[in-house]
């Protein structure tokens, strides 16, 4: 299971870390990835960390490239989305999923296979 949190309201320019606590014991063998829905949109993906070199993927449209970064911390079973110089637009439930064994560095924003329940993140100007 899945539980994210440090959602809240925040001011343009802001940053801000979600959390993601997972439970279950292969934790570290899960790449840990960050989803977002806008009101109205559908889920987009917004970044992910490898559960073996670390190594983190982002979305490719750039609008979250240079200020989203992901991290994980094995030991405390959590992953984190930092969020820095946050917009408007970057008003969304923010959503961490665990990667399944059909996930891969190639595809990295695919084979996603347990989600939490979000976190409301809202930017106001």
């Known amino acids: 299971q899945l539980a994210e949190s440090g959602g809240r309201l925040v001011q343009a320019g802001d940053s801000l870390r979600l959390s993601c606590a997972a439970s279950?014991?292969?934790?570290?063998?899960?790449?840990m990835g960050w989803f977002r829905q806008a009101p109205g949109g559908e889920r987009e993906f917004v970044g992910v960390?490898?559960?073996?070199?670390?190594?983190?993927?982002?979305a490719d449209s750039g609008s979250v490239k240079g200020r989203f970064t992901v991290s994980r911390d094995n030991a405390k079973k959590s992953a984190y989305l930092q969020m820095n110089n946050l917009r408007p637009e970057d008003t969304a439930v923010y959503y961490c999923?665990?990667?399944?064994?059909?996930?891969?560095?190639?595809?990295?924003?695919?084979?996603?296979?347990?989600w939490g329940q979000g976190t409301q993140v809202t930017v106001s100007l």
């Open positions: 999923a665990a990667g399944g064994a059909n996930w891969s560095r190639f595809a990295p924003t695919k084979g996603f296979v347990s």
């Open positions: 279950g014991e292969a934790f570290g063998s899960y790449a």
């Open positions: 960390v490898s559960w073996s070199s670390g190594e983190a993927y982002y």
